[in-house]
């Protein structure tokens, strides 16, 4: 079994910061691409950020020059450190990754719970 779980969210004034955290846990042979996700009250899911494996990243245009994602290859986690935040930041962040487990023989995609970051203006 796979398990991705999200921390760090919280509420948060208007300018301030937050770090996101995702561990990944289970049986896994290797983790591909991991990213971050967030879905606001009455809108679509869409992507905040992702990183390869090698380091390579990906973001939305809403969040460039403020969120930075990073992963730790060894501990099977990634990170979102989210700076300047405003209100339209507020919404339920998920984290997903494509990995492939023991017993499979090609890799899956695999969603965390999520984590909610609400951001008071």
């Known amino acids: 079994q796979v398990q991705l779980v999200e921390s760090g969210g919280g509420l948060v004034q208007a300018g301030g910061s937050l770090r996101l955290t995702c561990a990944t846990s289970?049986?896994?042979?290797?983790?591909?691409?991991m990213g971050w996700y967030r879905q606001a009250p009455g809108k679509q899911r869409e992507l905040v950020a992702t990183?390869?494996?090698?380091?390579?990243?990906n973001y939305a245009d809403s969040v460039k020059g403020r969120f930075t994602i990073s992963r730790d290859n060894a501990k099977n986690t990634v990170y979102l450190q989210m700076n300047s935040l405003n209100a339209e930041d507020t919404a339920v962040y998920y984290c997903n990754a494509d990995l492939l487990k023991y017993g499979s023989y090609c890799s899956s995609t695999y969603w965390g719970q999520g984590t909610q970051v609400t951001v008071s203006s």
């Open positions: 289970g049986s896994i042979v290797r983790i591909n691409a």
């Open positions: 990183i390869a494996r090698g380091g390579y990243t």
